[in-house]
């Protein structure tokens, strides 16, 4: 008996120290993914505009790129899944603040681009966004953000009828006054007609004329929208 209690003390202590450290492995995981879990989440202001953001689209407003808190998207369950073309990374948080959100990830993998004529919102084209780089891009491992960056692609026409199933809506020919520099899809653009509420939205920074600092001190503008048409627009400080 004392031969067989020696053994099984034996092998326990040859077991023990991987069990341990698998042990410490779920402990460690345990409490990243409860630290993840209470942070809580960042208050949209005048400051905090883009780290509070929750999408990577993009709305101009005469010319002007401006950040959006929420996707006019974000309606319909299905439309972070509607485009998803799976080779792209999440390392948003490696991209320059307050910069325009195409060139990051947030709520989904494209982004959508939006512009406001003759105060009708319009769905205006769509883009992949694809992490490339002299290294495999993985959420978890990404270490040089010098190596990191993100080009757009020309999406196949299937999408964009996708998206139309999606909405409910079609894409238009329209003679609209669009400036140049506003991307449109070569089905023209596509008007938010379901877009009934509040966006808010504040222009990307301009880094030839402001530091980040002076970006933080300007308003964010609150919209409503009924029927996608602007009903009211003012500024919040």
Partial sequence: M??????IISMNKKNLYPLLVCMLLISNLSMVSAQEDDEEPITLTAATFDLAAATNDVIYIDSVAHLMDQSPLSTFPEYK???????VADFYKLMPRATSARIGLKDKEYSAQWVLVDSMLYLSDVSFLYAVGKKKVI??????KVEIQV?????????????ETLTGTKFMQKRLLVYSNVPVSRFGLMPALWVNGVVKMKRVIDPLKE???EWEKVPYRQLTFEGGRLTEMREVK
């Fill in 211 to 213: 530091t980040l600092e």
């Fill in 81 to 87: 899944k509607i485009l998803f073309d799976g080779t």
């Fill in 139 to 144: 959420p978890s491992m990404v270490k040089d």
């Fill in 151 to 163: 080009i757009d692609c020309v999406i196949g026409d299937q999408y964009y009828k996708m998206l």
């Fill in 2 to 7: 004392l031969i067989i209690k020696r053994s």
